[in-house]
């Protein structure tokens, strides 16, 4: 046989190098941006059409290039910035791989305008596909202009595969706040078809932030300093009972470069420990500043991973450092004797000023929140009003009124027979009830067959999961209209999320008056929902939503639902009564299915009086 082996010519290479540099729009933004900083640049503008995936343009006042050197800047492993692989230990600069203009190029139609200090005229370079179709001497200003047009335009399969214009842009602002979060000293704005999203002058690490993140982020501040041997901490946490549902403001930075680390995020968790309630996550902004020989950054194409010499030194100071800034400035509870007493009042409700009273209109909130056992978190809602016994029966408005009496319980027949002389004489049993609960969170009812154990919190998920889609794809749902419209502020990117699933939301019976560039304005809530809890709802609808970014119209409807109702479902550790028990277990069995929550988890199960029997044998 002859041989067969070739090498690959440059264009084939250089777009196989593509796919690891080039995920999307935001990854071109990402390197390009690097390069700017690399250039010493004060000031860089990002303009970028339909979220990129037709033009993104970043202007730069840095040193510009040579007719040469703009000429060689588009060769694969062509870089200005390290000479031998000893300089891998040394690195200051973002950039090193010399790739990444090569792999735009490769995938891109790329316009390169750029000049240096000394040199008079500048030069104008296009590139399609990795080959040059012009170069030419042009006039334009020291610095750098590079717009990328068409991204993917010879990959369609690459291109079809990006994301709807609105997670797109996501991904952009993302790439965006964290390398102007580096980089406070630089100017930076960032304009999306013709709309200026960020304009954010030069300034320092904490006002950067309060740029980004909305001016009442301030406040929410706790500034965290230590300087040792090893690493050089500066920058902030937030405080925890601003802490978030979804994970957004979380940044690390490593000599200035934005980093993702696992076990760093840990130590910071770990020195919130106590301080934070349930499945809430705390903002933090943290500067690490260490030696470059004690970092390999060469682990990973977009180097947003590291490896640490000596990570467990790391993890070490940076939970103490952070701790010892909570403790400082009184966010901590200092006196650890009381700490018993703490345990079970979560921390952010300790707290908690006494809440202004409201003019309240909604009528129809979910009334199995207002239980006497439950815990004074959000989880089990014991900030919820009292409100008369009976109204929640309107929380089940929506579904089929047929079945309302006569209950579909498909294959599970119920016990028909009174129960008499029960063990120990219970009154339920006596007036003819037969659901009880169990540990607050099982309902239990007896079948003709054995027993029905139902997860509380599981039905009342499945139950109100159907009740909201069918709100959302079939009927119209009703609102409340608000007395005094909400205002909520939010960052750019929910705002960015907001508008994206903003007609869903109106679905379910959510009127926006407004979305404007950090804050909602919101005149109808569901009558499901209460006020009060509008805000954790959407900021945990928010937190799903960036999960698992959703593409198309039914999913994005069917996470929408979901979310809703896990947030508004009844949790366990709630007391029911024996009328919203069995309200629940009518409910459920009038639901198309009965037996898995959205979540895909059991919603019951029985116990049959032949297992039953077994037991006793
Ligand atoms: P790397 O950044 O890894 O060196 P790139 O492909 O991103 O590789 O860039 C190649 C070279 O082009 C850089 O080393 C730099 O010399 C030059 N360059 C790229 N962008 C700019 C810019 N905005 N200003 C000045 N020089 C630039
Ligand atoms: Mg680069």
Redesign the pocket.
Known sequence: MSDIIQLLPDHVANQIAAGEVVQRPSSVIK??L???I??K?SRIQVLIKDAGKTLIQ?I?D????SLT??R???ERH?????KVADDLFSLR????????????AAIAHVELK?KTEVDEIGTIIKIEGSHVTSQEACVTPK??C?SVKNLFYNIPARRNFLKSDAVETRHIIDEFQRVALAHPDISFSLTHNGNELFQLPPANFRQRITNIFGGKTNEKLVPVDEDTGIVEISGFVGKPEFAKKRRGEQFFFVNDRFIKSPYLNHAVVAAFEGLLKDKSYPSYFLYLQVAPKSIDINIHPTKTEIKFDDEHALYAILKSSIKHSLGQFNVAPMLDFERDSELDTPYEYKNKGANVPQVEVDRNFNPFQNEVGSKSNYSSGNNFRKEKPGEWESLYSGLDAENESGIDVKQIEFESEEVTGSLFGSNDEASGKSTFQLQKKYIVSTLKSGLLVIDQHRAHTRILYEELLKNITVSAAVSQQLLFPLRLQFNHQEIEMLKEIKESLEQTGFIFAEIGKDEVEITGIPTLIPESEVEILLEQLLSDFEKEVPDNGFTQTDLLAKSLAKSMAVRSGTLLNSEEQQHILNRLFACKEPGLSPFNKTVFSTISVDELDKKFA
């Open positions: 390197e390009l690097e390069n700017s690399d250039a640049a970043i730069d840095g040193e510009g290039m050197d703009a060689m800047s588009f062509a870089t200005s910035k390290i600069t973002k950039g090193f791989r010399g790739e990444a203009l090569a792999s735009i750029t610095g750098t590079i």
